[in-house]
């Protein structure tokens, strides 16, 4: 039988209570067909004895059958629906979908296949072991919310002993002192009212990242008991890459642009945070550090060793170019963008053309052009990646980098084009919560 007949069969044989396929089917006086542990247990906790469908009531429960006919139906219907999932036996990880033997000569000739139950329970082991991770990040969490608590109370004890002992020795004094104590009493009130709100909003933040762990956490475990292989295939990537963004952005670091680096063209906000193209070119001084011919700036921040993670919004641009350059990059002439010139680097052309600028340029496709981009650098490990935030996906990674010098961000926010691209880059600030120091 076809995809489609198999479809319609499965419709026919679904429990209206469990809304799963018959197991131990029975029929009612009204016609209506259930699992028999289905409606035995819906009887068992309504008072009256009726049809969930119809809601026919019965005068005393009715003694149910099993409906022989119903019953080997649902068995042929299993029996075909295995015999079909039995012929997808590999994975094509190209197309990201289960095909059979013949499929993989005819269709997919030229794609990577491994096979269908090897796939799958690689996937779903690095599932568990993803499940295991969140769990312990759910209890280091909760541990950190009762050492706050603890703080908080620490600190509320010292600080009612500190007006205790105020109170005590400034009663004392003669009544010129009293307006001291008043205000010394204020301002142990004053920090410990800041201490708490402090606490609150941490412990507000941190209870919020333990509801999307135990959200993330439930998706996985129910991802790790599907028998859908392609579904757990397709939703295991991007699982991956929301948990992989996460993790980059607690390397996070606070970029500004170095207004000396900047070419004449561009027009650089106070903050040093935001950077466009402007109409009238500026008079400024040519100094070694500043770019004469590309319109593009460096940050002020440089890195030699570590991780670190910017992101930078593109929403309304039709052509930008993100990424970091190493210090000695060239700043008078033109620059081809490659790692072999020191410059790691995405780019974005003619509105929907977005490429990675290896040796040759790699072609992205992207589902979505994306309105802000989170770019990451591991010196050690030679890593520069960039991310789509909104849609927590990884755009491209340069690996393998061989680093010797000090990089720094490096942003060109291209040719206004009579206004078409007159928006700017902007460095937006990353949204993380930090739990130390907060109350300190």
Same mark, same amino acid.
């Given at each position: ?24 089917? #029975? ?28 809601k026919e009531t019965f005068k005393s429960r009715p003694q149910l059958k099993i409906n022989t006919f119903i019953s080997e139906m649902v068995a042929q219907f299993r029996r ?24 993989? #000569? ?7 296949? #491994? ?93 919020q990242e333990i509801s999307e762990l135990m959200e993330r956490s439930s998706e996985v475990e129910q991802l790790s008991r599907s028998e859908d292989h392609l579904h757990l ?20 670091? $606070? ?23 402007g109409d009238v070119r500026r008079k400024l001084p040519d100094n070694p550090e500043r770019f004469s011919q590309c319109v593009c700036v460096l940050g002020e921040q440089s ?74 650098? $591991? ?38 084009? $009579? ?20 109350? $300190?």
């Amino acid at each position: 039988r076809n995809k489609t007949q198999l479809v319609e069969y499965e419709d026919r044989f679904l429990c209206s209570i469990c809304l799963d396929v018959f197991t131990d089917p #029975v029929t009612t006086s009204c016609g209506h067909n259930f699992c028999k542990k289905c409606i035995t247990q819906y009887w068992d906790v309504h008072e009256r004895c009726q049809c969930p469908l119809c809601k026919e009531t019965f005068k005393s429960r009715p003694q149910l059958k099993i409906n022989t006919f119903i019953s080997e139906m649902v068995a042929q219907f299993r029996r075909e629906s295995q015999q079909k999932e039995a012929h997808l036996e590999l994975f094509c990880k190209i197309d990201q979908t289960c095909v059979c033997m013949l499929c993989s #000569v005819l269709d997919h000739k030229a794609h990577e296949f #491994v096979p269908l139950k090897e796939e799958y329970e690689g996937k779903k082991a690095e599932l568990e072991k993803t499940e295991a991770e969140i769990q312990q990040m759910i209890q280091k969490r909760r541990l950190k919310i009762q050492e706050i608590k603890e703080s908080v109370k620490m600190r509320k004890d010292a600080a009612d002993r500190q007006k205790a002992e105020g109170v005590q020795v400034l009663t004392a004094l003669m009544e010129s002192v009293e307006r001291r104590l008043k205000e010394l009493i204020k301002e142990i009130e004053d920090k410990q009212e800041t201490t708490e709100k402090q606490a609150e909003g941490l412990i507000k933040d941190l209870e919020q990242e333990i509801s999307e762990l135990m959200e993330r956490s439930s998706e996985v475990e129910q991802l790790s008991r599907s028998e859908d292989h392609l579904h757990l295939l397709q939703s295991f990537s991007s699982l991956k890459a929301a948990a992989e963004l996460k993790r980059v952005q607690q390397d996070a670091v $606070d970029v500004t642009l170095d207004p000396d680096t900047a070419n004449p063209d561009l027009i650089l906000s106070d903050d040093g945070k935001q950077v466009n193209h402007g109409d009238v070119r500026r008079k400024l001084p040519d100094n070694p550090e500043r770019f004469s011919q590309c319109v593009c700036v460096l940050g002020e921040q440089s890195f030699s060793s570590g991780r670190f993670y910017f992101e930078v919004q593109v929403k309304g641009k039709t052509k930008w170019t993100l990424g970091v350059s190493t210090e000695s990059i060239n700043r008078k002439g033109k620059i081809r963008l490659r790692p072999q010139n020191g410059l790691w680097t995405v780019c974005l052309r003619n509105g929907s053309e977005y490429k990675a600028c290896a040796a040759p340029p790699v072609r992205l496709s992207l589902r979505s052009g994306p309105q802000k981009v989170g770019v990451f650098v $591991d010196y050690e490990e030679g890593l520069v990646s960039f991310y789509d935030v909104d849609a927590a996906a990884l755009i491209y990674s340069f690996t393998g980098c061989s680093f010797t010098e000090k990089l720094h961000p490096y942003l060109n926010p291209c040719n206004n084009d $009579d206004g078409k691209n007159a928006a700017p880059l902007l460095i937006t600030a990353v949204d993380l919560i930090l739990c130390e120091d907060r109350l $300190d």
